[in-house]
């Protein structure tokens, strides 16, 4: 049975405080409702309640602004912040005020209730709010109307000042680098070095040197001291993007920094502190790499702590109409309209690429359609589904071959080079479907091409591919 308290909840729109205070008094709670700050803040005094849900827009002064007053007024009650406008700066600026979490509305009441649950619960043991700070400025925005973003938002905003390692998971292009970058921008790390990581885009062989450093004759070529990645960050973060290409032995490496924030220099059995917080990102499927034996049980525990999921494009089609109109103005084509029906085919498209692909088409539409307004026409063509595959490809591709071996033999029949001349002709469109299709993830192309990551890096380096993507 829940303990009695009185509940104090600021909202202009009556039917918001009438479903709560419904709810609330289900619960037991003792509810109080105020439609202005002013009006809550009397309330708080005479009543000092045990949770605050203050809603943002507000007639005269808004709640973010009068969040502070609230805790002052309460001896630092939990206040829960209900917002419509759904972007991470309100998520983030409610917070850093002293908000103990966040709705996004339209909400549904069995997450109002879970929210306040945790919150009442939590309140005994909660800290006094740090003071405000100003906020960095912001070039990177994280666009999202959809509910599954506003939960990231709302995720982002309450872990950032924390130093926890947080895993951030979802396909290729969805914004997971986006998100850690978010998640920096807004700690109290903002100042010091933000790194990320592609393990897989370092030499195999050096990698634990170029995460921890080396000693001088730590290793062939070893020729003086050198600092690593995660010295480099020292006070900052450091996103370990794909995560599930670290290899097994650089694993046990990274548990001991997440667990007891050393590591050493490779050659050099000195233990140095890391003041650094680790970020991961992957987006395949760890649970599978831990059964498969490719990554260690504990390092994903220790990692799954906290995880934010950005959900496929596909399955956020309301991201589609101000991502588009986000990327316009990025691109300096802000005056672009589009038309309405673009909208409603471009949400029946897979997007396996996700945002990265979203981003790439708009470009593309924004050049064919120099200034006026967008059509159907002007996006590339969808790319097709997974599974599809062309009718009789196989044959004309035989044929063609054919046609161009026959060819060069009749030119030069003492060809010794006809191997690579043919690799080299098809090879480069191949490798640019794949890359395409994966939406520039190389893990992924290698992974589709059955070829090893290295190999597929030297080949895009051998035909001059290497910065297309
Ligand atoms: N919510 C968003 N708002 C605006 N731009 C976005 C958003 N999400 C992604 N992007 C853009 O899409 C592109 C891909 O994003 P990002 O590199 O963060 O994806 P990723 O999930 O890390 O991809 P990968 O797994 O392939 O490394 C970037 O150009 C990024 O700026």
Redesign the pocket.
Same mark, same amino acid.
């Given at each position: 049975m829940t303990e009695k308290q009185t509940i104090l909840v600021v909202d202009d729109e009556p039917s918001i405080c009438w479903a709560l205070e419904k709810m609330l008094t289900r619960e037991g709670h003792n509810v109080v409702t105020a439609s202005s700050a002013e009006e809550g803040l009397q309330l708080a005094k005479k009543h000092q309640p045990a949770m605050v849900v203050l809603d943002v827009r507000l007639p005269q002064e808004d709640g973010i602004t009068a969040l502070p007053k609230f805790l002052a007024a309460t001896n630092n009650a939990p206040v829960v912040i209900i917002t419509a406008f759904g972007d991470l700066e309100t998520a983030v600026a409610a917070v850093k005020k002293g908000a103990t979490d966040y709705l996004t509305k339209p909400f549904k009441l069995e997450d109002a209730l879970r929210t306040c649950r945790l919150t009442l619960q939590k309140s005994s043991q909660r800290a006094v709010p740090k003071a405000t700070q100003p906020m960095a400025a912001d070039n990177?925005?994280?666009?999202?109307a959809s509910p599954a973003?506003q939960q990231v938002f709302r995720q982002i905003a309450l872990v950032a000042d924390s130093d926890l390692s947080v895993l951030i998971t979802?396909?290729?292009?969805?914004?997971?680098? %986006?998100?850690a970058a978010a998640i920096h921008r807004h700690s109290q790390r903002s100042k010091a070095p933000y790194i990320p990581i592609?393990p897989v885009a370092l030499n195999l062989d050096l990698i634990e040197s170029e995460l921890f450093g080396h000693v001088k004759g730590a290793f062939t070529g070893a020729s003086e001291d050198r600092p690593g990645l995660f010295e480099r960050a020292e006070g900052g973060t450091i996103l370990l993007?794909?995560i599930g290409d670290l290899p097994l032995g650089t694993q046990v490496k990274l548990l001991r920094v997440l667990e007891q924030g050393q590591y050493s220099r490779v050659g050099d059995a000195t233990p140095r502190t890391a003041n650094v917080r680790v970020l991961a990102?992957t987006?395949c499927n760890l649970h599978d790499a831990v059964t498969s034996g490719e990554f260690r049980e504990d390092l994903f525990h220790r990692l799954t702590g906290v995880q934010i999921h %950005?959900p496929p494009l596909r399955e956020r089609t309301e991201?589609i109409g101000p991502?588009c109109q986000?990327?316009l103005t990025a691109m300096n084509y802000g005056d672009t309209t589009i038309d309405e029906s673009v909208f409603a085919e471009l949400k029946t498209r897979p997007w396996h690429g996700?945002?990265?692909e979203l981003?790439n088409a708009v470009g593309h539409a924004a050049v064919v359609a120099r200034g006026r307004r967008l059509t159907i026409d002007d996006f590339p063509v969808a790319k097709p589904s997974r599974d599809a595959v062309p009718v009789s490809s196989t044959h004309s591709l035989e044929s063609a071959i054919a046609t161009w071996a026959e060819t060069k033999v009749a030119e030069d029949p003492s060809a010794v080079t006809i191997h690579s001349d043919f690799l080299a002709a098809v090879e480069p469109s191949l490798l640019r479907v794949v890359l395409r299709h994966t939406?520039?993830?190389r893990a992924r192309a290698a992974e589709m091409l059955g070829i090893h990551r290295g190999t597929l890096r030297d080949r895009l380096r051998a035909y001059k591919i290497d910065d297309e993507n």
């Open positions: 990177s925005v994280l666009v999202g973003m979802g396909e290729t292009g969805t914004g997971k680098e %986006l998100v592609a993007d794909e990102a987006n %950005l991201d991502l986000h990327f996700n945002i990265r981003k939406g520039g993830n």
